[in-house]
């Protein structure tokens, strides 16, 4: 039902009486005056979204009242004249002064109620339009976006930016899995448990269909896809508006956007709007698919080197994936998510990348090292940070490297790091490095048992190692998580 304020003008008041009555049953709300002057008045006072006016009244006449509104109160308003003497040049004179309708006396309610419809209507695609306009800095969104590599980053950018700009309460972005389902990958205003994967099948829910079908989705109070309608009562949402992301033809994910107040619900244009949004985000995300797999290899190209470590002498095999893993995990536990999870099990996998620039004799030493040789010893993290320096992307897995072997009181520290100021995950590797080294056989040392090596991570919980870290960590072993 419309709710547009309808403001009335008519000196004549069986018009005013049958025009109001015939425009309230079409539910607008209707105010009445009966002279031009009082008019003026009450639309400087008030907000309304049609001005119907006759054109001879004593007083001010309606093209004054026009020419008025059109100079004090609003350049948009849409005015309706009414008027007995139509003709041609009136009607003319009439839109000259800013008036976009006219009705002829007598007329019929269907006259008045299409005249008054039909004016809404160009007013509301006359500000959809300004709106369009307004969308134009989303060219600055999408070279954000395509400026963007890290994938988590993007996603979330994705999810703010389409969120901001339709200003919806809950926005979504699922990525398609291998096995056809939608994961969520990035969110705003969704209550999320960050340690379940909320994962949806296609065809299943709002964002099911949408990638069943491949079309963008729009879902207001009167839209008629009834199941989906029920789907919105439940979760709450008033206006909903999903959108697929597809690259080369292929579907990629869904973006989400939903209201859930009472606020303006989403239209047409907006859809437009977030369907060029996901267009660049797509382009956006092949993009950075495409860096990460780089990154991958690259990666594996490293970790292969540090492999050559470990083949170098084979009681280390294995050491870099188990310590990549054990990192990981200890910084899961600890509540650490995304990105910096990768960053962690990457520098986990390379930490020891600089012992490469060990000799023989000193890494394969049988007995303990003399001081020159823990001297040279202590250079593997200086010598990993400086290959990793080389290497795009990898400035944070370098900095972790750099301050593997440094004790959280700030012992062995370059740059007199200590306590929190050392990165976390160098205090993470930390930990999981000494147990490594405790629990494993060595040619000159055997291996102690896991409730040893826990009570010797204890009793250095604070001196050598973060006591959050060694904490997290055996409460881990204690979970049997990763023993
Ligand atoms: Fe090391
Ligand atoms: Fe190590």
Redesign the pocket.
């Known amino acids: 039902m419309p709710k547009e304020n309808i403001l009335i003008v008519d000196d004549e008041t069986v018009i005013l009486n049958t025009s109001s009555e015939i425009l309230r049953r079409a539910g607008y709300n209707v105010i009445t005056v009966s002279s031009g002057e009082d008019g003026y008045e009450k639309l400087k006072a008030g907000e309304f979204d049609v001005v119907i006016t006759d054109i001879k009244m004593s007083g001010m006449g309606g093209m004054t009242l026009i020419k008025k509104i059109r100079e004090d109160v609003s350049t948009d308003i849409p005015i309706i004249v009414i008027t007995g003497h139509g003709t041609i040049d009136t009607a003319i004179e009439s839109m000259k002064q800013g008036a976009q309708g006219f009705i002829l006396k007598p007329f019929t309610p269907h006259e008045i109620k299409s005249s008054v419809e039909d004016v809404i209507r160009k007013r509301n695609i006359i500000r959809e339009n300004v709106r369009l306009k307004a969308f134009l800095p989303l060219f600055e969104v999408n070279k954000k976006l395509l400026s963007e590599l890290d994938i988590n980053r993007l996603l979330k950018s994705i999810v703010e930016e389409s969120s901001r700009y339709t200003s919806s309460d809950r926005s979504s972005l699922m990525l398609l899995e291998d096995d056809g389902s939608l994961i969520l990958k990035a969110s705003i205003g969704l209550e999320v448990d960050s340690g379940t994967a909320i994962r949806i099948k296609m065809g299943e829910g709002i964002a099911g269909w949408v990638a069943k079908n491949r079309e963008p989705l729009l879902l207001n109070e009167d839209s008629d896809i009834p199941h989906l309608k029920d789907m919105m009562k439940s979760q709450e949402i008033r206006s909903a508006l999903c959108i697929p992301i597809v690259i080369k033809g292929e579907l990629h994910g869904v973006l989400n956007l939903a209201k859930t107040t009472d606020s303006q619900p989403f239209t047409h244009s907006d859809m437009e709007l977030v369907s060029v949004l996901c267009g660049q985000a797509a382009i956006a995300l092949e993009n950075s698919k495409l860096y990460g797999k780089e990154q991958d290899l690259y990666i594996g190209i490293i970790a292969t080197l540090a492999s050559t470590i470990e083949a170098r002498d084979p009681y280390t095999a294995g050491h870099a994936i188990r310590m990549a893993e054990y990192s990981k995990n200890i910084a899961v536990k600890m509540g650490i998510s995304g990105m910096e999870i990768d960053i962690i099990y990457r520098a986990g996998l390379l930490?020891?990348i600089g012992k490469i620039g060990i000799p023989d004799r000193i890494l394969l030493k049988k007995g303990s090292l003399d001081e020159d040789e823990v001297r040279i010893m202590r250079d593997?993290?200086e010598i990993g940070g400086k290959i990793l320096d080389k290497m795009d992307g990898l400035g944070e897995v370098a900095a972790i490297v750099r301050q593997?072997?440094t004790y959280f009181d700030g012992r062995n520290s370059l740059n007199n790091m200590k306590g929190k100021e050392i990165s976390l995950g160098a205090r993470i590797i930390a930990v999981a490095?000494a147990f490594e080294a405790m629990t494993s056989v060595r040619p000159y040392k055997k291996a102690i048992s896991v409730s040893e090596a826990v009570k010797e991570l204890k009793k250095m919980s604070g001196t050598q190692f973060d006591p959050e870290v060694v904490d997290a960590f055996v409460d881990m072993l204690n979970l049997k998580e990763m023993i």
Do not use: C, K, T, Y
């Open positions: 930490h020891d593997h993290p593997h072997h490095d």
